[in-house]
């Protein structure tokens, strides 16, 4: 039987995932791969769902909602042997990302994957990755900034400036 306060409750928790459930997916598809990732946020707003009185309570729902993805993520890599899934080839209508690319990101931490695809790849600001992560700005700052360090030394990038 359905109430006003259970309707409440779902209406809430509908609001909460519409706005942040595209943002954990995208952080915990960063820092673990496309398969895994999406399950593992599926698990992370299940979890959520099921909790939500105390999970709405929170001061950092969707922070707190990655952690618990980013757990899920360990556990399903350590128990089945998912691959991060990589396109064969881009469509036209995809933009053009530097074939070595993967292949760097692979040999990145999970935090630095995570910093660097979010704040380069999404847009984020550095704050906004650090709320998600539950972290402050500056350990950000420091993950993004080894990645980047990393990944133009992966991939031979030099400054062109002169």
């Known amino acids: 039987m359905r109430t006003k306060a259970t309707d409440r409750t779902a209406e809430a928790f ?6 942040n459930e595209p943002q954990v997916r995208r952080a915990l598809i960063a820092g673990h791969g496309s398969e895994i990732g999406r ?5 992370a707003f299940e979890y959520g769902w099921q909790h939500w009185d105390r999970v709405g309570a ?7 909602l990655y952690r618990v993805g980013s757990h899920c993520a360990i556990r399903l890599r350590r128990r089945s042997s998912y691959a991060v899934l990589k396109a064969d080839e881009p469509s036209s209508s995809e933009p053009w990302v530097e074939p070595g ?5 692979d040999h990145l931490s999970g935090p630095q994957r995570t910093a660097v695809v979010l704040i380069h790849g999404f847009g984020w600001t550095y704050q906004e990755v ?3 992560m539950g972290v402050r700005r500056s350990t950000v700052q420091r993950h993004a900034g080894r990645a980047m360090s990393k990944l133009r030394s992966d991939l031979e990038v030099r400054d062109a400036i002169a």
Not at 58 to 63: D, E, I, K, V
Not at 101 to 105: C, H
């Open 39 to 43: 399950e593992a946020a599926l698990e």
């Open 101 to 105: 690319l993967d292949g760097a990101l």
């Open 58 to 64: 929170m001061t950092n729902p969707r922070g707190y």
């Open 130 to 132: 650090a709320d998600l």
């Open 14 to 19: 509908s609001a909460f995932m519409a706005e």
